[in-house]
C-alpha cells in the first residue's frame, strides 16, 4: 500500500453535505475522475456537472475508487457507510485506500483502521477546519493521522481539497487534534460573544471596534470572519452549532478519559444544549452569541 497516486488515480466521495459537496467538487477540479454518493438524494448536481459520477451505494462507490473520501457526520454514520451492508468495504480492492474527513471519535478510527487493515485497505483520518468558506475555495486546514506511506499517497487528494495539510500522527491523531481544535475554538466564540455583547451594550460602533481589535493580540479567525454575524445577530449557515455540540461531546468524552479538566468547554456545551433546546440547533456555531445576548438583556435583532 505505499505506490504513489498516480494522476488516473480514480477518486469516490461519500457524503455531500455543507463542507463534503464543496470539497467533492475541489476534488473533481483538480481534474480527479470522481465518483460519488450520499445518504439524501440530491446532493450531487453540482459535482455532476462537473463530471463527477453517481453510485446507488457506497459499495460502487468503492468499485469504481482506488481512493475514497468521506465525510460524514459521526462514528456511527462512518461504521454504517464502510461495513454496513452494501457499504463500502466490500466494493474496494486490496491496496485502496480510505481518507475519513469526517469528525469522529479517535478511539472509533483506530477500531476502524484496525477492520480496514484486515482487508488490506489503508486508512487515514484527515478531519478539517475552516469553515464551508474554506470548503469552498480549497483552503482548508487538513489534520491528518495515518502511517507514512498512506499519508504521502494521500497528499494530492488532500492538496485539492486544502492549503495547510499537517500530519500530526499515527491513526486517531487526526482526530484528537480536531478535538483540541473544537475546545479552542469553544471558548473563542464565547469570548469574541462576550466583547460584542459589552461593546454593544456599551453604545460602541462594533465594526469600527473590530476594526481595531482584529490586527493586535484579540485577533483571531473568529474576530475577524464570524463577529458581524454577532453584531447582526443573525447567523447564517457556515458550521452547524448542533455538529459542533457532537464535536464537544467527543472532546469531553477525551477529557474524562485523560483525566482532563475543560471548565470551558463544558460551559460552551451548556450553553449548546440550550440553543438546540431553543430551536437553533441549524445556525452557525456563530449564535452561540445569542445566548450571551439574552443573558445581558439585548433584545433580538
Known sequence: MNNPLPDTARIGFIGLGTMGAPMAANVARAGFTLTVWNRSPGHDAAV???GGIGALTPAQVGAASDVVILCVTDSPQVEEVVFGVDGLINGLRHGALVIDCSTISPLRTQEFATRARERAVGWI?????????GAQRATLTIMVGGEDDDVARAQ????????????????????????????????TYL??????????????????????????AAGSWILQN????????DYPLGFKISLHRKDLAIALDLAARTGSDLPVTSLAAVFEDELIDQGYGDDDNS?????????????PN
Open 125 to 133: 483520518d484527515a478531519p478539517v477546519s475552516g469553515g464551508s468558506e
Open 226 to 233: 464570524r463577529s458581524g454575524r454577532m453584531i447582526d445577530d
Open 191 to 216: 469570548a469574541v460573544a462576550e466583547g460584542i455583547t459589552l461593546g454593544l451594550k456599551t453604545g460602541l460602533d462594533m465594526n469600527k471596534v473590530v476594526a481595531a481589535l482584529a490586527g493586535g
Open 48 to 50: 455532476r456537472a462537473l
Open 156 to 187: 494530492p487528494v488532500l492538496r485539492a481539497m486544502g492549503s495547510t495539510i499537517t500530519h500530526v500522527g499515527p491513526v486517531g491523531a487526526g482526530q484528537w487534534t480536531k478535538a483540541i481544535n473544537q475546545v479552542i475554538l469553544a471558548g
Open 287 to 299: 449564535a452561540l452569541a445569542r445566548i450571551i445576548r439574552q443573558r445581558s438583556g439585548l433584545a
